[in-house]
T-cell receptor, first 116, second 114 residues
Framework: AQKVTQAQTEISVVEKEDVTLDCVYE???????LFWYKQPPSGELVFLIR??????QNEISGRYSWNFQKSTSSFNFTITASQVVDSAVYFC?????????????FGRGTSLIVHP | SQTIHQWPATLVQPVGSPLSLECTVE??????LYWYRQAAGRGLQLLFY??????ISSEVPQNLSASRPQDRQFILSSKKLLLSDSGFYLC?????????????FGPGTRLTVT
């Protein structure tokens, strides 16, 4: 079975602070994919990044960066110099063969509140 | 480019009334389609998914049903709504084939059952 844990229910920061959202996963698959999605107050989930299990290279996209560590089964997301527009719920997800028809397993989400 | 539409955006329905939510995708063929519900507390609950016309898989037995009458159309229905059906309903699509495909979500329908 697959499992994704986002232990942080809510994080509150002040604008320009750096913030890291944690994601820990469990799977018995050797090939799997990890995702991050953003859900702003409007409600629509927006895909941010996909990472496969064979690529542990960290990725940076502007103020966003992702740290994938297979040894600790973690795929953490860092926002540098946070802005009010970053306020949203962020979901981590895992997809692999043991999930059944490759249906992704989502974490429960972390609500990020960035205060001006 | 691909787009996904959902309607209505908001809906208030009395208990016992029927429900029909529609989702359509443009700009792609043979997508996987999904219905999720998000109740207060944020978690995403997968309700149904479909890999083709007329092919529906149910993840959670409940008061709802789904149909896929056309390749890019996915409908969520209920004959009699319950209070517990209130929530935010999201439709999503993904390209077929394998685990690597990210999902693209529609704008959602906020349903309140009174």
């Amino acid at each position: 079975a697959q499992k994704v844990t986002q232990a942080q229910t809510e994080i509150s920061v002040v604008e320009k602070e750096d913030v890291t959202l944690d994601c820990v996963y469990e799977t018995r698959d050797t090939t799997y994919y990890l995702f991050w999605y953003k859900q702003p107050p409007s409600g629509e989930l927006v895909f941010l990044i996909r990472r496969n299990s064979f690529d542990e290279q960290n990725e940076i996209s502007g103020r966003y960066s992702w740290n994938f560590q297979k040894s600790t089964s973690s795929f953490n997301f860092t926002i540098t110099a946070s802005q009010v527009v970053d306020s949203a719920v962020y979901f981590c997800a895992l997809s692999g063969p043991s999930g059944g028809s490759y249906i992704p397993t989502f974490g429960r989400g972390t609500s990020l509140i960035v205060h001006p | 480019s691909q787009t996904i539409h959902q309607w209505p955006a908001t809906l208030v329905q009395p208990v016992g009334s029927p429900l029909s939510l529609e989702c359509t995708v443009e700009g792609t063929s043979n997508p996987n389609l999904y219905w999720y519900r998000q109740a207060a507390g944020r978690g995403l609950q997968l309700l149904f998914y479909s890999v083709g016309i007329g092919q529906i898989s149910s993840e959670v037995p409940q008061n709802l049903s789904a149909s896929r009458p056309q390749d890019r159309q996915f409908i969520l229905s209920s004959k009699k709504l319950l209070l517990s059906d209130s929530g935010f309903y999201l439709c999503a699509w993904s390209v077929r084939l394998g685990a690597k495909n990210e999902q693209y979500f529609g704008p959602g329908t906020r349903l309140t059952v009174t």
